[in-house]
């Protein structure tokens, strides 16, 4: 088993001293089907300066749609993008940005040239700043990208976010991580659940690879659902997906 946390739709990885969190959607509270919008600005910062505090990662890594809206960000979201930065770097972590198939707008809202000029003077070979990228390599090698497309790099673990999963037991829906040993191209992969509590989550009970969005799903009954019991303060293992069926 990996030596990783899973806390509140999030997890943090030691090895490489990293908090890493997907799908923040941030903008979804003005879309119009959105009724309790609940703050988005406060619950995504104040969720995350907590998750800070507990662990003091050098890194907070965003996987992928930090946006909600493909054709336009309202300056209401740009505050909210510079405000979840600021959140990072008053906790003394570096914020790094990997784009989803959302962030058609990131680069406009999250520009180098209004940041570290260290940070911008170190390029991608992609022209991209050194704190916005299309997929991100840890310090123990692990490779973050959002999961909407095949990686470029190969890595012994990928983390991606992108289909939002969760499961169902007793009636209850929580949100998940979802684990795969060796699930794609030999190398493990975490899925992470939406960061975001506006977006509705996809419920993996009884979802088979074609479901999912992300092509990295191949073998979808060897993925463990780990879920957070936030009341109990403990991470709840459940069995590969095609063993828990025959429970459920």
């Not at 911008?120 to 299309?134: G, I, P, V, W, Y």
């Amino acid at each position: 088993m990996l030596s990783l946390a899973v806390r509140d739709r999030a997890i943090y990885l030691p090895t490489a001293d990293a908090l890493v969190l997907s799908d923040l959607h941030v903008g979804r509270a003005e879309a119009p089907d959105v009724s309790y919008p609940l703050g988005e600005r406060t619950d995504l910062s104040q969720r995350l300066a907590a998750l800070c505090e507990e662990f003091d990662p050098r890194e907070v890594v965003f996987a992928g749609d930090v946006l909600h809206r493909f054709d336009r960000v309202s300056d209401r979201a740009v505050e909210t993008v510079e405000l979840l930065a600021e959140t990072c770097r008053d906790a003394g972590s570096r914020p790094v940005f990997v784009a989803g198939n959302h962030d058609t707008m990131l680069a406009e809202v999250w520009s180098s040239d209004d940041h570290d000029e260290k940070q911008s003077a170190n390029l991608h070979d992609e022209k991209q700043s050194a704190d916005l990228h299309h997929e991100y390599r840890l310090d123990d090698n692990s490779l973050i990208s959002h999961g909407h497309r095949h990686p470029d790099g190969s890595s012994h673990l990928h983390v991606v976010g992108h289909d939002h999963p969760t499961l169902t037991i007793d009636g209850r829906t929580r949100p998940c991580v979802l684990y795969g040993p060796e699930a794609y191209r030999g190398a493990d992969v975490l899925m992470l659940p939406a960061f975001t509590r506006l977006a509705g989550g996809v419920e993996v009970n009884q979802m088979r690879a074609a479901d999912f969005q992300s092509p990295m799903v191949q073998d979808v009954g060897a993925f463990r659902p780990l879920v957070r019991d936030e009341e109990a303060g403990e991470t709840l293992t459940f069995p590969p997906l095609e063993k828990l069926r025959r429970l459920l």
